[in-house]
């Protein structure tokens, strides 16, 4: 009964909680303290008179917390290590040599490259395609030409007039003209005349072919290749390298293997 006649309303004005609540502690207290007197007496008034020392109390109680709270917080503020400075964070761009792909400056440096390998690759596959649709075109001399009229060769004579051009000597004797084809029947290399030795001396291996074009030295493994030689209808010689001729086939008996004048 005598804690329910105590006014804790008078106690809501302490602002810290803490204090507040001890301070309605203690007047619940001295309410008790006090009450068995004022029970006895029969008198409702004494709890009230004994408040107002508790409530002196309170405040005093209050202030001491709020003296030692305030030391308590200067202690920490004292005491407190000093924030740690500010130090500029690790360099975020990642050299791309060590394959740093994963800053944005790293990501778009590979986006570059990409790009570039792209490009040259299709270039290159563009080049490639234009060289496929337009194809070098090989001028090759003519396979059949006109040499020029029989008499315009001097008998026992190698003519060498058109070896760059056609390919063949064209070799004029008593009885009649050949055209030897210019290629080794080694490998292919362009022998050499030697008129001095009278014979088609082959640079690349040392095959030798008397003037006949019969091979007789180095690793030429058959004689030089007669190309087809007639008289053109205005008089002239013609050769024709389109049809040929070999001496181990027996086909140098045949007639247009030889012009026979
Ligand atoms: S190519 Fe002529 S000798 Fe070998």
């Given at each position: 009964m005598a804690e329910e006649n105590v006014d804790l309303s008078e106690f809501d004005d302490i602002p810290?909680?803490?204090?507040?609540?001890k301070a309605k502690a203690e007047a619940m207290r001295a309410a008790k303290g006090g009450g068995a007197a004022p029970a006895s007496a029969g008198a409702g008034k004494a709890p009230a008179k004994k408040a107002a020392p508790a409530k002196k109390a309170a405040v005093t109680a209050a202030g001491r917390a709020a003296v030692a709270r305030e030391l308590t917080e200067r202690v920490i503020v004292q005491t407190s290590p000093a924030p740690p400075a500010i130090r500029p964070g690790p360099e975020r761009t990642q050299p791309l040599a060590e394959g740093g792909i994963t800053t944005r400056r790293g990501f778009f440096s590979w986006l570059t490259l990409a790009w570039v390998a792209f490009a040259s690759a299709s270039a290159a596959g563009l080049t490639a395609m234009g060289r496929f649709m337009f194809p070098n075109v090989l001028f090759e001399p003519p396979q059949s030409f006109k040499i020029g009229f029989p008499d315009e060769f001097d008998v026992g004579n190698v003519d060498t007039r058109f070896t760059d051009k056609f390919g063949v000597w064209v070799v004029r004797n008593t009885s009649g003209m050949y055209a030897l084809i210019s290629v080794c029947t080694h490998l292919g290399c362009t022998p050499n005349w030697l008129s001095g030795e009278s014979k088609f001396k082959c640079p690349c291996?040392?095959?030798g072919f008397y003037v006949s074009g019969i091979n007789f030295?180095?690793?030429?493994?058959?004689?030089?290749?007669r190309a087809r030689i007639v008289l053109a209808e205005?008089?002239?010689?013609?050769v024709d390298k389109t049809q040929k001729f070999q001496y181990e086939k027996g086909q140098w008996d045949l007639p247009d293997s030889f012009l026979r004048i």
């Open positions: 810290d909680r803490v204090a507040r609540a291996h040392g095959s030295e180095g690793p030429a493994p058959r004689p030089l290749e205005d008089g002239q010689v013609l």
